[in-house]
Each structure stands twice: as C-alpha cells, then as structure tokens.
C-alpha cells in the first residue's frame, strides 16, 4: 500500500496517524520536563503547584531559590532629614578604568608601552605584588622576601600602606575577581593580582574595629589611615557591587563621619586638636566615593569641613589636596579653584633636579587634571613634565628587585613602599575618577 508504513505484525499505519502520536508524545514531554531557561516558551501554566499524575509529587515551578546565608547588613542610619543625603549605586564612577581606560589615557596625555606611563603602573603594581606580606598586608617595616630593597619605615602604619597598595591595584582597574596572571622575573613565581587583592582585602577586614573604624599598632585610631581604608573598600565595592564589602564599607564611611572634628575637617587622631588637611582630603574623598556607592552622607560633615579648607587654604602655601576635595564634593565651589591650581602647577611643577615630592604630585595632578581641560597648556604642560619625571626616576631593570619601585626621599613617611603606591596612583589620574572640567573657560 503506498504512502502507507508497515509494521513486523503486518498491520499498517496511516502518515497521518504516525504524526498525531508523535505530536503527542512530544506534548506529554513537556508535561513532564517543563523548560527551565524560559518557562513562557512551554504551554504549561506556571503556577505554584502542577501535578502531573496521581502516582507523581506534586512539581513546583519555579523551583525555590537555595538557602543563602545572611549576609549582614550596617545599622539603619534611621530616616533621612536636612542632614543627610543618600546616593545610588553608581558604576559610571568608576567605568573609565574597565573599558575606556585606554582612551582615556590617550585624552589625558598618557602612553602606552614599557617606557610609558601604563608601563610604568604595570612595572609598580608587579613590585607591590612581589613585597606584599604573607598575611596580605603591605608594610614599611619589611619587604616579604625582598632581595635587595632599600627605603623601610619602622613607623609606617600598615592600614595606611596596605590601603594605599590596594587602591593602587583598584585605580587601574583591577579588583579581587581577576584571573590575569603572570611569571615574576624576579622570583620565577607564577603570580596572580586577583589573589594580591582578596588577601589585602582579607587583611583590611581582619583587621577592622566592630564600630567600623581601625585601631593603629600602638591601639589609637590614625584618622589619615583610617580614611585611606574606608576609600579602598569604598572602591573594592564601587567597582564589584559585592556584598562581600558593603557592610565593611558602610560601617568605615559611618565611623569616619563621626570622628570629624565639630570646627571642621578631620585631624590626624580623634583628639587631635588641629586639624590635618591631608587627613581631610583623603576623608572627603572616601565620603564622595560612599555617596556613589549609595551609602547615607552626613551632609553637615561635608560643609563644616568645607569652611575648614577654606580658611587653611588662605594661609596655606601649598593647598593642592584640599583643592581637589573642593573639585571632587563641591560643585559649587569647582569653579574658584582654578586660580589656585593654576598658581601651584606653575611653582611646584616637577623638573630633573628637584628631589621626589609623591604626595605633592599625587594631589596637584589630581587638581589640575580635573580642573582643566585636556587640551590646556597648564595641564599639557604640567602632565609633560611630571610624566617624564617619574618614568625616568622608576627602577626600570626587570630582573632587579626594585625593579617598578621609586626610591623615597629622606626620611619620606611610609618609605618605599608609600612613595611607590601614589606614584602608581599619580600616573593612574587620567581613569581614576570622571573627569571634572569644572570651569568653562578653560575647557
């Protein structure tokens, strides 16, 4: 018979009948096995409960997420008043050090290459790699495993250098989830940076108060170092959204607000009596960065340190930190600091001679950069010159251990290790932080 299958028992099946069972069998599959990528793509309704059969449990769609552990969470900062100002999570903060930092360094006037400013970084964060300490931290009192390093500091406070040494990896980009790895010339180890960061940070949390704040050696709380870490984990949650240090975080921003002095600013301690513009500076920039993680900012810690700088600043001969935490908190106030940066970048611009200032440049660069076009004369000019200056002063021999480091000047707090972390994070300045251009006139 044609068009017509036989079977082994003689009888015959129609095509047609051949393609109902099929259709068939395939209906009752989805039944039993609902698609689990896209339930709306099967005719199976999703409500809670579908039984099959009576011989079948009951099948729940969609399955039950797993049980999680409770991650904890910092203390409701209770409800929001005149006093204070949340933010939201916001990763365009953040976003030129991912997929535009080669960009953004062609804008900024870096370059690329071994004998160029990402060069540069690469060859310091690969030194800080190699004398990070077994426990994760960074520390001027030794170098694990150095071969050959000068430039420790008995006195350094490793909360200090270890978050310095950990936003120097997060300016460029990195955070504790990176796979890239590496054979270091030096100790013939096979190297992976996402490892140098989970143990720093493992060390910064070990190492945290309850209340959020960090207890120096000698048991005081050292303010500066204390904003130096509520920064760094600050940014490794600004640039993951991992929950892993949003409490950590959170609790650091809420512990640092409370220690501002009530005439302004921050000082070096809690009982300070003066207070410490670099302190400030570096404080004001972890509350900026909190505000665009979305944590809770006390507005008036804000403003009363902002009258702080500014009365310093009309004494001070060298302003540049305080001026940058004016263009990075207060867009109202960006525009006057222009006369101001132009004034330092035109005395305090580095040339071949004059001996290494880090934290000088770190926060005159960071001014200059975000006050002024890239295009400028003032800041061509000042870029040219640091640039040049600090490639040239870099231990370049790779097989060297200081190879990637600076050598401190005399008596430089922090040493080696502190002078090669803002080095690192003064060439990061072209993708560290959106770019201001707070004055029209010069853009």
Request: charge should be negative.
């Amino acid at each position: 018979m044609r068009g017509c299958w036989g079977r082994r028992d003689g009888s015959w099946v129609l095509p047609g009948t051949l393609l109902a069972v099929q259709t068939a069998a395939f209906l009752w599959v989805c039944l039993q096995y609902p698609l689990r990528g896209n339930p709306a793509a099967c005719s199976v309704s999703t409500a809670s409960e579908v039984r099959l059969n009576s011989r079948r449990a009951p099948m729940i769609w969609p399955p039950p997420p797993p049980e999680l552990t409770p991650i904890p969470t910092p203390p409701d900062p209770g409800p929001l008043d005149d006093e204070l100002e949340a933010g939201s999570w916001d990763n365009s903060f953040f976003q030129d050090r991912f997929g535009g930092r080669r960009n953004a360094v062609a804008r900024g006037g870096g370059t690329q290459g071994p004998g160029g400013t990402e060069g540069a970084v690469c060859a310091g964060l690969r030194w800080l790699t190699r004398h990070q300490a077994d426990d994760g931290s960074w520390t001027g009192r030794e170098f694990n495993g150095c071969l050959g390093c000068a430039g420790l500091d008995p006195d350094a406070d490793p909360v200090e250098t270890t978050a310095l040494g950990l936003l120097a990896f997060l300016g460029a980009g990195y955070t504790h989830v990176a796979r890239e790895t590496y054979v270091d010339a030096v100790s013939g180890k096979t190297v992976s940076w996402g490892e140098t960061i989970r143990n720093a940070l493992r060390w910064l949390l070990k190492h945290q108060d309850p209340d959020g704040g960090f207890s120096s050696p000698s048991g005081s709380r050292n303010l500066r170092a204390e904003a130096i870490a509520a920064l760094a984990l600050g940014e490794a949650y600004g640039t993951t959204n991992s929950l892993l240090f949003h409490s950590a975080a959170a609790r650091c921003i809420a512990a640092l607000t409370s220690a501002s002095r009530s005439e302004g600013g921050w000082g070096t301690s809690v009982h300070a009596a003066t207070g410490d513009m670099a302190t400030t500076a570096w404080a004001l920039c972890a509350l900026r960065v909190g505000r665009a993680n979305g944590f809770t900012i006390e507005k008036a810690a804000v403003g009363r340190a902002h009258q702080w700088l500014d009365l310093e600043m009309k004494s001070a001969d060298r302003s540049a930190e305080a001026l940058f935490a004016h263009i990075l908190t207060d867009s109202e106030w960006c525009t006057d600091s222009i006369v101001h940066t132009l004034r330092i970048a035109k005395t305090d611009a580095p040339s071949a001679p004059d001996p290494m200032e880090p934290e000088l440049w770190h926060w005159t660069t960071l001014a200059l950069f975000h006050a002024t076009a890239p295009d400028r004369p003032e800041w061509r000019d000042w870029n040219e010159r640091l640039t040049s200056r600090m490639v040239r002063a870099q231990v370049r021999n790779a097989e060297d251990c200081p190879a990637g480091s600076w050598a401190a000047p005399e008596d430089y707090p922090g040493g080696r290790l502190r002078a090669t972390a803002l080095n690192i994070l003064t060439l990061e300045t072209y993708y560290r932080y959106p770019r201001r251009l707070c004055a029209p006139a010069l853009r």
